[in-house]
């Protein structure tokens, strides 16, 4: 089992740039693939990016390709999210997840409470 722990949203100008952290405790975070996921009001939670878990593959939405970037470090048991050129339909919840690659996709496990990311126009 895991617990996350999802942090670094904020409130930023269109076009600006944040960085996501999610914390995991527990020993086998290195077995896990790691995925963010985000609701924004009135929609359903939507996949945005995901990492195996040595690091090596990543999977992104279409939304998210070319302007998110996922990465982790496994000795600090952290996941990242990198995200630039923020617009406002980025405004969301964003959530990290932990399960296998299989269940991350469908219907994760372990998930963090949530970091609010809200983009002005």
């Known amino acids: 089992q895991v617990q996350l722990v999802d942090s670094g949203g904020g409130l930023v100008q269109a076009g600006g740039s944040l960085r996501l952290s999610c914390a995991a405790s527990g020993r086998t975070f290195n077995s896990y693939s790691m995925g963010w996921f985000r609701q924004a009001p009135g929609k359903e939670r939507e996949f945005v990016a995901a990492?195996?878990?040595?690091?090596?593959?990543?999977y992104y939405a279409d939304s998210a390709k070319g302007r998110f970037t996922i990465s982790r470090d496994n000795a600090q048991n952290t996941v990242y999210l990198q995200m630039n050129s923020l617009k406002p339909d980025d405004t969301a919840v964003y959530y990290c997840?932990?399960?296998?690659?299989?269940?991350?996709?469908?219907?994760?496990?372990?998930w963090g409470q949530g970091t609010q990311v809200t983009v002005s126009s």
């Open positions: 990492i195996s878990p040595g690091g090596s593959a990543t």
């Open positions: 997840a932990a399960d296998s690659l299989a269940l991350l996709l469908r219907r994760p496990r372990y």
